[in-house]
């Protein structure tokens, strides 16, 4: 069966161990090399990836084209507007002509029924780089920095802080998979879709929401937070004024564990979701997560084509 990565479950917590672990190995073999130069055994050698962006990217653009590079493979990068479908051709047709021609392919889109719709007719495996739902390759680096930094998954505590959004929705996802527990913080109206909570909790993490932004942050192990307007919304005052008690700021990582993490998948607005001080700070660790974007992107290329 075609191997897509629409969402964190597709690959289930033991694969998702497998690739954290691959990607701990192939980061250290490749230490002090330069950037553009590939793993010594390029297991991706003569696959191409076509990647298709429908929203701005930095990080998630990068990150995969460097990714199949030193995996020993090639990419095509399109941006949705240039290509047939900004001009109406369907999703089913792109996906059947794409997967005659490259080996794997990325999407970064808006309504993820238009990935699920993707991966339905692609013969080649669909990896989400976001969606409005979902932001899966990004909770593979946020895992894999914690796990760098020390903490142990299963049973840590996570505090989430802002926005109930895409983001949120894969590290819940991620507390089922791995055996750890959310707390969450929003604002009464900005809160996730309950769908990936009611899963983590049958696979038995604790998934809580509190409208208390100290109350989250106490404790914990982890604190993450993201934008509060997220690609595609509007830029609405009211939800800025609402989502201000949960700003990051240091008294907040005053009342996590003193060794927490500070987590945020960038880009940062700063002033808003998290003030300087936190986001600059010792506890933060967001150019490694940034970094990791790449090594944890590579595991999941490896897994979705197989070699993992
Ligand atoms: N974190 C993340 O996905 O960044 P980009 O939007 O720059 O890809
Ligand atoms: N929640 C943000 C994440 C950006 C990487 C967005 O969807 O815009």
Not at 86 to 95: F, P, Q
Request: aromatic share 6%; proline share 4%.
């Amino acid at each position: 069966m075609t191997r897509h990565f629409l969402n964190l479950s597709n690959a289930g917590g033991d694969a998702i161990a497998a690739m954290i672990a691959d990607a701990i190995d192939r980061k250290a073999a490749r230490a002090g090399w330069p950037k553009g130069k590939a793993d010594a055994d390029a297991p991706l050698a003569g696959h191409t990836l076509a990647m298709i962006f429908e929203k701005s990217s930095t990080r998630t653009r990068v990150s995969f084209d460097m990714a199949i590079r030193q995996l020993g493979g090639t990419s095509i990068v399109m941006d949705g507007g240039s290509m047939q479908l900004g001009r109406g051709e369907t999703l089913a047709d792109t996906a059947r002509v794409l997967s005659r021609m490259v080996d794997a392919i990325m999407i970064r889109t808006d309504d993820h029924a238009k990935i699920e719709e993707m991966a339905h007719y692609a013969t080649v495996p669909v990896i989400n780089g976001l969606t409005d739902l979902s932001h899966p390759c990004q909770i593979m680096a946020d895992l894999l920095t914690v796990i760098e930094h020390g903490v142990a998954l299963p049973g840590s505590e996570w505090a989430w802080l802002g926005d109930g959004n895409n983001v949120l929705h894969s590290v819940i996802e991620a507390a089922g998979l791995m055996k750890f527990n959310v707390r969450f913080g929003v604002p009464q109206g900005y809160e996730p879709d309950p769908r990936f909570a009611v899963e983590a909790e049958k696979l038995g993490a604790k998934i809580t929401l509190s409208r208390d932004a100290q109350a989250v942050a106490k404790g914990a192990d982890v604190v993450v937070t993201d934008t509060w307007i997220s690609m595609g919304q509007e830029h609405v005052h009211n939800k800025l004024a609402a989502m201000m008690p949960y700003q990051v700021t240091e008294d907040l990582m005053a009342l996590a564990k003193p060794d927490a993490k500070f987590l945020h998948c960038l880009p940062a607005h700063r002033g808003e979701e998290v003030v300087d001080a936190v986001i600059d700070g010792p506890q933060s660790l967001i150019w490694d997560e940034a970094e990791n974007r790449l090594h944890a992107q590579k595991s999941v290329l490896l897994w979705a084509l197989g070699k993992l």
